[in-house]
């Protein structure tokens, strides 16, 4: 057998790698599952976006190859969405990356500006590109622990000057997963323009830009002044049009920053499927019309879950975005051993903290991916495993 790279030695495993096999063998026993671990809704993309990949499917040139340009309509139905929504444009051709799901574009970005032993800033918990994407670069993750006591922000004046001078890039992600935590503006107007001075890459991932409660509009980095200078901001098809399977997002920003993606993925793929490429556009295109109705259907959710987890033990703030609850657990309940328990005891799935980085320790991830009454029976299960654990410890 051939050894392994020191780069994929390098990897942790993948958080919920394992848990469609661990969920086969509970329901195999008749076990009654509520997964509420990935951020995956049980929801249907918008009947437009469906009725678009089945004509376009039987277009022939849609199933040629896409390449890195992709389908014109996609990359214009990105930058009319992104003028009429945050009022900032773009050249589809020069400065928008097509990509096969956000995750794709993130993690491979630092291929392109990582180079042996460089820096990356990342915030702990996070999502899991920011570390694989720097490791697979042979670069060096610098993990900034997103706690309550900072507003689970990620301060670069906090961080010793020995590693901001090895930097290359700051990841963002604001509507965070997993701590649902939005940014202030003043937030970023003062990271934006660190990262000018610092010559930093500002990784701006999105993902959460349409999910959002209460009157709550998160912005997108480039409304910030300066951010055309240093950002490059992801987006993703999934979780705005239940649309996670289909594997299709975008990145946009200055062309300096984008081709360096765009040359990258030349030598790794060659698009996503054109006619998805296609419903894609007609997804951006009626934006307006379908997303209020869908987010309706996660505040019920949240609403549902902050009132089901509160009255089980596990009080928490409502949250202003995302799909998620980030629910603090005694100091004396490691979170991995929390969620193997809920899982095989009670059937539920959630995402311990501590797979997400070190910094989520102390927390469970709740996804609102099922009915209120789902969540709201896995909050009761939740709270008869920490009553179980809690006297255990007493
Ligand atoms: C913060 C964040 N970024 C990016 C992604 C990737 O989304 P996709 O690759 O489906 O576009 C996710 C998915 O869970 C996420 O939570």
Not at 139 to 149: F, I, S, T
Not at 166 to 195: G, H, Q
Not at 329 to 335: E, Q, T
């Amino acid at each position: 057998m051939p050894k392994y790279t020191s780069r994929i030695e390098s990897l942790p495993e993948y958080p919920l790698a394992n848990i469609p096999i661990q969920k086969r063998a509970l329901i195999a026993r008749g076990v009654d599952v509520i997964d509420l671990g990935a951020g995956d809704a049980d929801l249907s993309p918008p009947e437009v976006v469906l009725q678009r990949l089945a004509d376009a499917s039987r277009i022939p040139s849609m199933s040629r190859y896409g390449f890195g340009m992709g389908l014109m309509d996609f990359r214009e139905a990105i930058v009319r969405w992104m003028q009429r929504r945050f009022g900032v444009s773009f050249d589809p051709v020069k400065e928008i990356v097509p990509l096969i799901g956000s995750k794709e574009g993130i993690s491979h970005l630092a291929l392109a500006f990582v180079s042996k032993g460089d820096v990356t800033i990342v915030p702990d918990p996070g999502y899991n590109s920011y570390v694989g994407g720097t490791l697979l670069a042979e670069g060096e993750p610098y993990r900034v622990a997103l706690r309550p006591e900072n507003n689970f922000l990620v301060e670069l004046d906090d961080i010793p000057s020995s590693v901001l001078k090895r930097a290359r890039i700051l990841y963002l992600n604001y509507p965070n997963n997993p701590t649902s935590a939005i940014a202030p503006r003043d937030y970023l107007e003062r990271t934006v323009k660190r990262c000018k001075e610092l010559d930093l890459v500002l990784v701006y991932d999105n993902a959460y830009s349409e999910l959002a409660f209460d009157g709550y509009v998160p912005p997108s980095i480039f409304e910030i002044e300066g951010a055309r200078d240093v950002a490059i901001e992801f987006h993703s098809m999934s979780k705005t049009y239940n649309m996670t399977g289909w594997r299709c997002g975008w990145a946009a920003g200055r062309q300096e920053l984008t081709s360096a993606l765009a040359k990258v993925k030349s030598f790794i793929d060659t698009g996503t499927f054109l006619a998805i490429q296609a419903a894609a556009a007609a997804a951006l295109d009626s934006a307006e019309e379908f997303i209020p109705g869908n987010v309706a259907v996660f505040k019920e959710r949240r609403d549902a879950a902050v009132a089901a987890f509160t009255a089980n033990g596990f009080p928490c703030a409502t949250p202003k975005a995302t799909m998620y609850l980030w629910l603090p657990l005694p100091a004396n309940v490691p979170s991995a051993v929390f969620a193997e328990k809920l899982m095989q005891e009670e059937g539920v799935i959630v995402m311990a903290g501590a797979l997400l980085g070190k910094g989520g320790e102390g927390f469970f991830r709740v996804s609102f991916i099922t009915s209120p009454e789902r969540i709201s029976e896995a909050a009761v299960r939740a709270g008869r495993v920490l009553k179980r654990l809690t006297a255990q410890a007493a």
